[in-house]
Nanobody, 125 residues
Framework: QVHLLESGGGLVQAGGSLRLSCAAS????????MGWFLQTPGREREFVAG????????YYTDSVKGRFTISRDNAKNTVYLQMNSLKPDDTAVYYC??????????????????WGQGTQVTVSS
């Protein structure tokens, strides 16, 4: 059974940092591109960052470039999102997702086969 379990969310002040983790099981993690998405109430999930199957390429939405870093450890079946210089606008539920056919660049949620349950990130001003 496939599982993606996010962790690391929480409450942080503006300017602070968080590191999200997503532990995968039930599929061959090293064959999948991975993505992080965020969702706020009443809105669709939005692409934040993506990484290729071997970590060689990474992609970011413009609003997080220079502040967030996506990485992965295939030996641990885990993908990470290091979030620095957090802003109140970053407040959202963050989800990780797996894409068998992608490179990490896909921003459409329909391209991702597996999803985690999400972790809440709240940034106070």
């Amino acid at each position: 059974q496939v599982h993606l379990l996010e962790s690391g969310g929480g409450l942080v002040q503006a300017g602070g940092s968080l590191r999200l983790s997503c532990a995968a099981s039930g599929f061959t993690f090293g064959l999948y591109a991975m993505g992080w998405f965020l969702q706020t109430p009443g809105r669709e999930r939005e692409f934040v960052a993506g990484i290729g199957w071997n970590g060689g390429r990474t992609y970011y939405t413009d609003s997080v470039k220079g502040r967030f870093t996506i990485s992965r450890d295939n030996a641990k079946n885990t993908v990470y999102l290091q979030m620095n210089s957090l802003k109140p606008d970053d407040t959202a539920v963050y989800y990780c997702a797996a894409d068998r056919a992608g490179t990490g660049a896909k921003i459409d949620t329909r391209d991702y086969e597996y999803w985690g349950q999400g972790t809440q990130v709240t940034v106070s001003s």
